[in-house]
């Protein structure tokens, strides 16, 4: 996971858009708000609910 300024976020979007998809890296956009993002590729995120979902359906049946 990389962080990095909304400013060089939004200067480089492209190639942050290319390293999500093709090397799966993960960043947070840092905000001068305070109101900070993440960036991920959609087959990761897919993944992360996958996860999730299966680990909330194992404590349920617990």
């Excluded at 960043?27 to 959609?42: A, C, D, P, T, Y």
């Amino acid at each position: 996971m990389k962080a990095v300024t909304s400013g060089e976020f939004l200067n480089e979007f492209t190639l942050y858009a290319d390293r999500a998809n093709e090397e799966n890296e993960t960043f947070v956009i840092q905000r001068e708000n305070g109101k900070h993002l993440v960036m991920m590729s959609l087959d990761d995120f897919n993944a992360l609910q996958k996860k999730l979902y299966l680990a909330k359906t194992q404590s349920d049946n617990n």
